[in-house]
C-alpha cells in the first residue's frame, strides 16, 4: 500500500549556530563558581567525591551532570576544579601532590587516619595501595621522610625511650595505645609489634631495646622497670 504524502516525517536539519546558542543559553543558568560549590557540597553530605550517579542522585542538588561537563569539559575536569579527586582516574603526580598539600596543612607526613578523615579531598587509601604498592612507599615517593625496615624499629625504640623518661618506667602496650591517640607520629602498637616478627614476648623485647637505649644515656632501669638517674659517685 503506497504511503500517503502526509503521513512522511522528515528530519529537519540542526543549525549548528542556533544549538550553540541554546547550549550557551543553558550554560548561563549557572555560573562556574556555583557549580563548584555544589560538588563540594555534595561530596560534604557524601563523605567523598561523587560519582556522577551520585550526584544526580543528590536530592539537593540543582545541577544536572551533563551541565557540569558543558561547563568543564569533563567529570573529572570540574571535580579537579573543585579539589575533589577523581575516585578512578587520578594521576600518579596527583595522588602525590595531595599527599604533599595535606603534608603541609598537618606539619607532618599525613597517616591512613589522616586521609580516612579527609574524604572527598583525597582518594582512598586503597588507591594508594594499588598504585604504589603501600601508603609508605607513596609517602616516601611524595618526598617525607618515612623509616623502614631497622630504621623504623630505631625510630621507634627513640620513642619509646622518650615516653619512659616521661612516664617514669617503660612503656606498656597500653600505654603506646593510649599515647598513639594523641600523636599520630608513633606507630600503631601493632605495628610495633610486628617490628619484632610477632613472635611471642614481642613486647618485652621492645621495652628490653628501650631499656638498653635508656641505660646507654646515663640512666637505670629497675626489674620492675622503673626508670631512674644513676648516682654520681
Not at 173 to 178: G, K, Q, R, S
Request: a positive charge.
Amino acid at each position: 500500500m503506497p504511503r500517503r504524502p502526509g503521513n512522511r516525517t522528515t528530519p529537519r536539519a540542526i543549525d549548528p549556530e542556533a544549538l550553540a546558542a541554546f547550549q550557551a543559553g543553558l550554560r548561563k543558568r549557572y555560573s562556574d563558581e556555583q557549580i563548584l560549590a555544589e560538588l563540594k557540597a555534595c561530596a560534604g553530605r557524601l563523605g567523598r567525591s561523587p560519582t556522577m550517579r551520585e550526584f544526580a542522585g543528590d536530592a539537593e542538588t540543582t545541577v544536572h551532570p551533563q551541565t557540569v561537563i558543558e561547563h568543564f569539559g569533563s567529570w573529572n575536569a570540574a571535580k579537579r576544579a573543585a579539589g575533589l579527586v577523581p575516585r578512578r582516574f587520578a594521576t600518579r603526580e596527583e595522588l602525590l601532590g595531595l599527599l604533599r598539600e595535606l603534608g603541609n596543612d598537618l606539619g607532618r607526613p599525613p597517616t591512613a587516619r589522616d586521609i580516612d578523615e579527609h574524604k572527598g579531598k583525597l582518594p582512598s587509601k586503597s588507591l594508594y595501595w594499588h598504585t604504589f604498592g603501600s601508603l609508605t612507599n607513596a609517602l616516601r615517593e611524595a618526598g617525607f621522610d618515612v623509616p623502614v625496615g631497622e630504621e623504623r624499629l630505631e625510630r621507634a625504640v627513640e620513642q619509646g625511650a622518650a615516653m619512659a623518661r616521661r612516664l617514669g618506667r617503660l612503656p606498656r602496650f597500653a600505654d603506646w595505645a593510649e599515647a598513639r591517640k594523641e600523636d599520630d607520629s608513633l606507630l600503631t602498637e601493632w605495628q610495633v609489634y610486628r617490628l619484632l616478627d610477632a613472635r611471642r614476648g614481642a613486647w618485652s623485647t621492645f621495652q628490653f631495646l628501650v631499656r638498653e637505649l635508656l641505660e646507654s644515656r646515663g640512666l637505670t632501669v629497675a626489674p620492675d622497670g622503673t626508670v631512674k638517674k644513676k648516682k654520681k659517685r
